[in-house]
Each structure stands twice: as structure tokens, then as C-alpha cells.
């Protein structure tokens, strides 16, 4: 893969032109998003231009000792001062998603506004008016796999440092299940030796991410995992619900359901895995599809549930109560299936 003079000449333009730049990943952030946004952050700081973070919704815990996360404006806590820093930007980085929608409400006023888009991602078919530059490549792992190729295309090596590694590093980790699937690139570990080489602590880090927990999280996980796992045995297929009322009970915070889909698919003979949560009570349901192999979920999620994301791991949306979201995947995915 390799990374075009002409995008890195304009980005270089683009850059140097802008006043301040905004960068911004979209809603229900994890690590390769955080990430993102927070390497170049540091990058772009260490280049000595002016850059600011802003996200759609609230930050999971486990992403916060990254630096940088402190200034991080997050725009449904903090509207108006939001909206005032998206007016003035002179550029705008998107990370991390493929349509302007995934930002959600904040989608409203992006579109209105002026200031040039880049968009640096690596999820499949890209709404091509989300930005006028698009370093778009789904081959590789993550958006901060792809981060740090186009920082080193542009030859900034040498202002990526020790934090800037580690928000890098972050998001390949996070977005590979610790470099367990959509990593098999010989690549992908060069890029993961540069990073390590910037002197990043590895082992703090994944204490980071994922021995972080709080206890009502391990609890919700145990909970869901004894409770709520349904095997429809003869499609391969587990998948887990969780309601509003258990949410509560467990006290959830942003982030504490993230790898909950990916515990159907440890089961032997399981290779389609989904997870419903209900966000808002008889109103909304957030749904995480993961697959292996040719299983498009992605595809599946499209059609039925307003979504999208890669062909192994995917994600969609039911405006409608628990249950119904459930019965409209056990009606749909067999047919669906048997059409591959
Ligand atoms: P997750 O299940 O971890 O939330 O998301 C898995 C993948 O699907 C990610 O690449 C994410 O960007 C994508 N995704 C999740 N939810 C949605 C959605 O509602 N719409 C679209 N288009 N993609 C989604
Ligand atoms: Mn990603």
C-alpha cells in the first residue's frame, strides 16, 4: 500500500493554510477512534499548528490517560461552546468513519459549514462528499495504522513522540482484538515495531484499555454472559440483549459493553455473533454485529438495520423496542444467510 504525492501534497496545503484545525471521530468512540484523534492531536502540536479535539458523544474511561484526552470537547455535554469552536476551525480531520451521519447530531452542523474536510479512515465504500481529500485504505488494521503511514509519508517522523506512539498504538491493539484478527499483515507489525521503538510502556497500556474495569461492568459482563446468550445452533450464530432496566442496575457508563460481542464467537462452532443493546427504554436499540471469514455483516447490517461497518465487524440501529430488534434478526439473518 502505498500513500499518493498528490494527497500528501495537498494535505501538506491544506495544513499549512488552515488557522485551526478540529479534529473529529464519530459517536460511541473506542480505541482506534480516541486514537486517532489523539495522535494526530499531539502530532499536529508537536508541528507546532493549533488543533482541537471534538466528539460527538462522551469518551469511555479506559481512553482518558491518553494525552491530550483532558482538552477533548464533547459536544452533547457541551453544545454551545462545541458549536463555537466548529464555526472557527479552518480545517476539519475526520477519523475513523465512512459517512457524516456517524457523527450524529453534530453531522447537522458540519454540513453547513465551509472549512475544507479530510477524512482519514479505513472503513469499505466512503461517502465520497464527506471531504474534498480521502485517504481512505480498508486494508489496513485500523484508522491508526493508517495514521502513522501517512505521518510517515509526510516524513514528520521525528515529531512523533513517546504519546503520540501510544494513542497510535492504542487504536491498532483495539482494533484488532490485540492483533488476534484483521492483522495479518506483515505491515501491520512493521507498524507496530515503530511505534514500540518511540518508547511506549505496552504493558501499561493494555492495563489501560482493558484491565480497567470497574467491578459493575465485570458484573454486567457475567450477568449478560449466564442470562442473556441465546445459540441458534444450526446458522452458527449466539447473540446476546441487554435492556435498559440491566443497564441501570449495573450502572453503566459510556465504553462498558464494548468486547461483550465478541464473547458468543469464543464458543466452539460459532462464527456470527450479534449483541443488542437497548439504549433508551422501548425506543432505541444500539446493535454490534462480528463475523468470520466471507460473512458480510456489514452487508446484513445496511439492509436491516440502518448500519454498516467491515465486512467481520459491523454495527446498526433500531428505533423500536428490545424484543422487536431481536425478532427482526431471527426472521431476516437465516434468509440472508442461506443467499451467500
Ligand atoms: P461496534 O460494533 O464496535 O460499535 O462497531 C463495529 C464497526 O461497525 C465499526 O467499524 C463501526 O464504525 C461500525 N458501526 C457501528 N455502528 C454503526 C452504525 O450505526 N452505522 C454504521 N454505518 N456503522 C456502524
Ligand atoms: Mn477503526
Given at each position: 500500500m502505498e500513500i499518493n504525492k498528490g494527497q500528501l501534497d495537498t494535505f501538506r496545503k491544506l495544513i499549512e493554510n488552515a488557522s485551526s484545525i478540529v479534529l473529529i471521530p464519530h459517536k460511541n468512540t473506542d480505541g482506534d477512534a480516541i486514537g486517532s484523534v489523539l495522535g494526530w492531536w499531539n502530532l499536529l502540536k508537536n508541528k507546532g499548528y493549533e488543533a482541537s479535539v471534538i466528539v460527538p458523544d462522551e469518551v469511555p474511561a479506559?481512553?482518558?490517560?491518553?494525552?491530550g484526552a483532558g482538552e477533548i470537547i464533547v459536544y452533547e455535554n457541551n453544545q454551545s461552546l462545541a458549536e463555537r469552536k466548529l464555526r472557527e476551525a479552518g480545517l476539519f480531520i475526520l477519523l475513523d468513519?465512512?459517512?457524516?451521519?456517524?457523527?450524529?447530531?453534530?453531522a447537522e452542523v458540519i454540513k453547513t459549514l465551509k472549512a475544507p474536510r479530510i477524512l482519514i479512515d479505513h472503513h469499505?465504500?466512503?461517502?465520497?462528499?464527506?471531504?474534498?481529500?480521502l485517504f481512505s485504505?480498508?486494508?489496513?488494521?485500523s484508522t491508526c495504522e493508517l495514521s502513522f503511514l501517512i505521518a510517515e509519508a509526510l516524513q514528520w517522523e521525528d515529531k512523533l513522540d513517546t504519546h503520540a506512539a501510544e494513542c497510535f498504538y492504542s487504536g491498532v491493539i483495539t482494533d484488532t482484538g490485540s492483533l488476534s484478527y484483521?492483522?495479518?499483515?506483515?505491515r501491520t507489525y512493521r507498524v507496530v515495531g515503530e511505534l514500540v521503538a518511540r518508547g511506549i510502556d505496552k504493558d501499561k497500556i493494555h492495563k489501560e484499555l482493558f484491565?480497567?474495569?470497574s467491578l459493575e461492568r465485570m458484573r454486567l459482563l457475567g450477568h449478560v454472559l449466564a442470562n442473556n446468550l441465546e445459540v441458534i445452533d444450526n446458522l452458527a450464530t449466539a447473540y446476546i440483549t441487554i435492556s435498559k432496566d440491566e443497564l441501570d442496575k449495573y450502572q453503566y457508563r459510556p465504553g462498558?459493553?464494548?468486547?461483550?460481542?465478541n464473547y458468543p464467537l469464543a464458543?466452539?462452532?460459532?462464527d456470527i455473533s450479534a449483541l443488542f443493546t437497548?439504549?433508551?427504554?422501548d425506543k432505541f436499540v444500539k446493535i454490534s454485529f462480528r463475523s468470520r471469514s466471507n460473512i458480510p455483516v456489514n452487508k446484513y447490517s445496511e439492509t436491516f438495520f440502518s448500519g454498516g461497518g467491515h465486512l467481520n465487524a459491523a454495527g446498526g440501529e433500531w428505533y423500536g423496542k428490545l424484543d422487536e430488534a431481536v425478532q427482526r434478526f431471527r426472521d431476516t439473518f437465516p434468509e440472508f444467510l442461506s443467499r451467500l
Open positions: 479506559n481512553l482518558l490517560w491518553m494525552k468513519f465512512n459517512d457524516i451521519e456517524r457523527c450524529g447530531d453534530m469499505p465504500e466512503p461517502d465520497i462528499r464527506i471531504a474534498s481529500l485504505e480498508t486494508e489496513v488494521s484483521n492483522s495479518s499483515a506483515p484491565q480497567s474495569n462498558d459493553t464494548e468486547g461483550f460481542v464458543i466452539k462452532g460459532m437497548e439504549k433508551e427504554k
